[in-house]
């Protein structure tokens, strides 16, 4: 659980209290983490767009806001990020578990799993790849700064081979 608990402890020790997400495999111990937290309030949503849009509420209320998603979802929030969150400089922290590349078994993750950081860079959000769960927590703290900075998302991803401190 290491893996999951240095990120379950960073976005606590960031202040981040809202928390969106649509599950996959690989974050289903941070999602029993958070979900099981009282400090955070925990909103699962169907599709990756309606997190974007239910944080975007959020942070209007003044919430510092986290999505946990799949990086395959990135694909179905493009227009959520450029409508609202480039016009109205929105801030979040996307927590992204990237399959599609090393030990993955569904084919169908593979384009994505290829295209993600392209993605990410076409929406100009600034993206980081820990390896370690010390490393995943200091850059989670420093990204939760950063998006404010910008007030705009800034993406923090988890390939397969970091969910093996999990294990
Ligand atoms: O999106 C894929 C389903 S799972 O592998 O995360 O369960």
Avoid at 14 to 22: D, P
Wanted: aromatic content about 12%; charged content about 25%.
């Amino acid at each position: 659980m290491k893996g999951s608990l240095a990120i379950y402890r960073a976005l606590k020790d960031s202040g981040i209290k809202f928390i969106c997400s649509v599950p996959c495999a690989n974050l289903k111990n941070l999602l029993k983490l958070v979900d099981e937290d009282e400090y955070f309030l925990h909103v699962p949503a169907t599709r990756e767009e309606e997190a974007f849009g239910i944080c975007a509420g959020a942070h209007m209320a003044g919430k510092k806001t986290a999505i946990l998603m799949q990086n395959s979802g990135l694909g179905n929030s493009i227009n959520a990020i450029a409508s609202l969150y480039k016009i109205y400089q929105i801030p979040t922290l996307l927590i992204i578990s990237h399959r599609g590349e090393l030990k993955e078994k569904i084919p169908a993750q593979i384009p994505m799993g290829r295209w993600v950081t392209k993605l990410l860079d076409v929406c100009e959000i600034p993206y980081y790849k820990p390896k370690t769960p010390e490393k995943a927590y200091k850059i989670i703290k420093y990204a939760s700064e950063y998006m404010e900075k910008i007030s705009y998302p800034v993406a923090v991803l988890f390939d397969a081979l970091y969910w093996e401190w999990d294990y």
